[in-house]
């Protein structure tokens, strides 16, 4: 199983900033896609956010567009999510994920991994909690 480590989560208030971290390997980044998830209690985990590892194409869900960035920083083997004008619905353990198999992956890739899971996950991080208060 593939190693992931979120960091980065906290307390911030409504309109403010955050940036999480996921830590794993060389290896990873350069062959497998990777996307930041979120849960609320009580809810299903849903995908927020996906960068391919083929040439880092980027996918977010309608909720976080325009809000949240996804990236990769190979200097640290880590992939970011930049969260600006966050909103007291952001609030959720955030999880990164690897690994992804199924028909709907392996027909659009990154591309099926916003929104709710559609597809298989092999490899989940802890995760971190992010609180965001009104």
């Known amino acids: 199983q593939v190693q992931l480590a979120e960091s980065g989560g906290g307390l911030v208030q409504a309109g403010g900033s955050m940036s999480l971290s996921c830590a794993t390997s060389?290896?990873?980044?350069?062959?497998?896609?990777i996307g930041w998830f979120r849960q609320v209690p009580g809810k299903e985990r849903e995908g927020v956010a996906c960068?391919?590892?083929?040439?880092?194409?980027?996918f977010y869900s309608d909720s976080v567009k325009g809000r949240f960035t996804i990236s990769r920083d190979h200097a640290k083997n880590t992939v970011l999510l930049q969260m600006n004008s966050l909103k007291p619905e952001d609030t959720a353990v955030y999880y990164c994920?690897?690994?992804?198999?199924?028909?709907?992956?392996?027909?659009?890739?990154?591309?099926?991994?916003?929104?709710?899971?559609?597809?298989?996950?092999?490899?989940w991080g802890p995760g971190t909690q992010v609180t965001v208060s009104s």
């Open positions: 994920a690897t690994d992804f198999y199924g028909p709907l992956f392996q027909a659009v890739g990154c591309r099926a991994i916003p929104g709710p899971l559609k597809y298989g996950v092999r490899s």
């Open positions: 060389r290896s990873i980044l350069d062959a497998y896609a």
């Open positions: 960068i391919s590892w083929r040439d880092g194409t980027v």
